[in-house]
T-cell receptor, first 114, second 117 residues
Framework: DTGVSQNPRHKITKRGQNVTFRCDPISEHNRLYWYRQTLGQGPEFLTYFQNEAQLEKSRLLSDRFSAERPKGSFSTLEIQRTEQGDSAMYLC????????????FGSGTRLTVV | AQTVTQSQPEMSVQEAETVTLSCTYDTSESDYYLFWYKQPPSRQMILVIRQEAYKQQNATENRFSVNFQKAAKSFSLKISDSQLGDAAMYFCAPSPYSGAGSYQLTFGKGTKLSVIP
């Protein structure tokens, strides 16, 4: 169990640029989640994959956001035409089957849009 | 939709003492899980304890225990014998249980716990 890995750890980008984050979940975990956490707030759900299928998306996920999980392994979250309001910590988590045992979270990618 | 209220933005406790963090939630789901997560500064979110809503017995995990009051929709966390390493943000998070659902977590705003040596 090597944990959930997220890259990069930090990203600074200019407004209007596109950014992509990567998440490598625990290998035997079929469920993968993306959350966004802004300063002073708890994480907010963005989207969920079961294997390679994206089964649920939050209304927070505007058209500028897209997520993929090809082959049910790693996942990418892309933000197009970034805005200052996109500045946040983006957290990835994975779980195996039932969520009874909770998720395993990654360390997150901190995005700063200047 | 679920909402979670953690009414204590900050708490402090003396080392070795006991502290209770409060959480209330609102959900229309009949079956759900409840979790407390800990987020140390600049570190990843860690599961502290979980409770299945259909179980009346309160969950215990070493120094951590919960007081689950289903009718009141209250789920408080008690930390006994507090240690310096307990200092962190603590988040309460219910998750609806549905065989076909996403089991997404709804987090409160968190309680920042400081431990005083």
């Amino acid at each position: 169990d090597t944990g959930v890995s997220q890259n990069p750890r930090h990203k600074i980008t200019k407004r209007g640029q596109n950014v992509t984050f990567r998440c490598d979940p625990i290998s035997e975990h079929n469920r993968l989640y993306w959350y966004r956490q802004t300063l002073g707030q708890g994480p907010e759900f963005l989207t969920y994959f079961q294997n390679e299928a994206q089964l649920e998306k939050s209304r927070l996920l505007s058209d500028r956001f897209s997520a993929e999980r090809p082959k049910g392994s790693f996942s990418t979250l892309e933000i197009q035409r970034t805005e200052q309001g996109d500045s946040a910590m983006y957290l990835c988590a994975s779980s195996r089957g039932t969520v009874l045992y909770g998720y395993t979270f990654g360390s997150g990618t901190r995005l700063t849009v200047v | 939709a679920q909402t979670v209220t953690q009414s204590q933005p900050e708490m402090s406790v003396q080392e070795a003492e006991t502290v209770t963090l409060s959480c209330t939630y609102d959900t229309s789901e009949s079956d759900y899980y409840l979790f407390w997560y800990k987020q140390p500064p600049s570190r990843q979110m860690i599961l502290v304890i979980r409770q299945e809503a259909y179980k009346q017995q309160n969950a215990t995990e070493n120094r951590f225990s919960v007081n689950f009051q289903k009718a009141a929709k209250s789920f408080s966390l008690k930390i006994s014998d507090s240690q310096l390493g307990d200092a962190a943000m603590y988040f309460c998070a219910p998750s609806p249980y549905s065989g076909a659902g996403s089991y997404q977590l709804t987090f409160g705003k968190g309680t920042k716990l400081s431990v005083i040596p």
